[in-house]
């Protein structure tokens, strides 16, 4: 872990990262001590926070379970946890256990990887707000408290996907 993060500080060029998060709680290939692993590069993480190399420890993909497990070793809570989360995967679970425990949800994928752009719902909610159905969606985020993460190349879209502090939705159209 310490020198795949010297290898990623020196290929960014870089004194320090605002996050770094493990990525997978359980490799293929790590299927048999995956507790064991995790616990280590989390030491590592720490190791890494305390000198002043990482702002913030998060991981993606766990789930309470797979943090259970990590927190029976760590000093340092994670701060942070990248699952997939959109208006049609609420994963209420990892969701109440993250809020909870004060971990900040990431929301990656909350375009649903393109597919909700094919959803009467959505469709009907983006006229009535008229506002974009990626707008909707990181809207969404915003106000069930997660921190949208939309992916684009584009740069009008990235835009828009931060375009959306002049709306809010209804608690209906939230939920």
Avoid at 63 to 84: C, D, G, S, V, W
Avoid at 103 to 109: C, D, P, T, V
Wanted: hydrophobic share 45%; glycine share 4%; aromatic share 10%.
């Amino acid at each position: 872990t310490l020198r795949a993060f010297d290898q990623s500080l020196a290929r960014l060029g870089l004194d320090y990262l605002d996050l770094y998060l493990i990525h997978w709680p359980v490799p293929f290939e790590m299927r048999h001590c995956w507790e064991e692993k995790n616990a280590q590069s989390w030491r590592a993480f720490e190791e890494l926070y305390e000198a002043g190399k990482i702002r913030a420890l998060g991981l993606s993909n766990f789930m309470p379970h797979h943090i259970e497990a990590l927190l029976k070793t760590a000093k340092i809570k994670p701060m942070l946890n990248q699952i997939k989360l959109h208006p049609g995967l609420l994963q209420a679970q990892a969701v109440e256990y993250c809020k909870k425990h004060d971990i900040l949800l990431e929301a990656w994928s909350p375009l649903a990887s393109g597919k909700i752009f094919e959803n009467e719902q959505m469709k009907a909610l983006s006229a009535k707000y008229n506002k974009s159905i990626a707008q909707i969606c990181v809207r969404w985020c915003l106000e069930k408290g997660f921190l949208p993460l939309p992916k684009s190349v584009t740069a009008a879209r990235i835009e828009e996907n931060a375009d959306v502090f002049d709306f809010t939705l209804s608690p209906e159209d939230v939920a």
